[in-house]
């Protein structure tokens, strides 16, 4: 099973439109970390969550994690084809901290001028 | 830039050659990983390496093993190459837990 999914799974939006992904758990997120990768690419760091009702925003994107930290959303606001890609959510669910993280399939977007 | 670099970028070859991975980083960073990238299958880790000598199996570890003689270099190797294998390969490093891990470029493999 799954221990991270995301959704939707792929989006094709206009230019300009504002789009939420989500990544969600059934277990707590200790760490909830976004990446963001182009094709042929490696992964890119975006933001990272630690605490419940935490967000994040860098340029258009803003990244939250709920108070419960089992879902995280990140929300990219006038969306450009430089924000095309996959983004990929990575978790860490040791309270301690673990070595090993757990990532979610990704969500590609497409962004059509 | 993280300071990691994989090579080679591209390599193509046969069902049952060696094949060694190479991931090569500046910045003295603790732990080092392998992990596959498969469409439908997301990023999965093959191996990872927590100090020099020190290495743990992730969860596709079969058919692939791992060293890391000095911290900055990290080595796949696939002793016997198979078609199941094909696939992009990205190596991570991180600094201390809690820390995000930051990705090299990848490394397309194709075994024919």
């Known amino acids: 099973s799954q221990e991270l999914e995301q959704s939707p799974q792929s989006l094709i939006v206009q230019e300009g439109k504002n789009l939420t992904i989500n990544c969600t758990s059934s277990k707590t997120l200790y760490g909830l970390y976004w990446y963001k990768q182009k094709y042929g690419e490696g992964l890119i760091f975006l933001m990272m969550l630690q605490k419940g009702g935490e967000e994040k925003s860098h340029e258009k994107i803003t990244a939250k994690l709920d108070e419960k930290k089992q879902q995280s959303s990140l929300h990219i606001t006038a969306s450009q084809p430089s924000h095309a890609g996959i983004y990929l959510c990575g978790a860490d669910m040791d309270q301690g901290g673990s070595e090993k993280l757990v990532f979610g399939k990704g969500m590609k977007l497409t962004v059509n001028p | 830039d993280a300071g990691i670099t994989q090579s080679p970028r591209h390599k193509v070859t046969e069902t049952g050659t060696p094949v060694t991975l190479r991931c090569h980083q500046t910045?003295?960073?603790?732990?080092m990983y392998w992990y596959r990238q498969d469409p439908g299958h997301g990023l999965r880790l093959i191996h990872y390496s927590y100090g020099v000598k020190d290495t743990d199996k992730g969860e596709v570890s079969d058919g692939y093993s791992v060293s890391r003689s000095k911290t900055e270099d990290f080595l796949l190797t696939l002793e016997s190459a198979t078609s199941s294998q094909t696939s992009v390969y990205f190596c991570a490093v991180q600094g201390t837990l809690r820390r995000p891990q930051h990705f090299g470029d990848g490394t397309r493999l194709s075994i024919l």
């Open positions: 910045e003295n960073h603790r732990y």
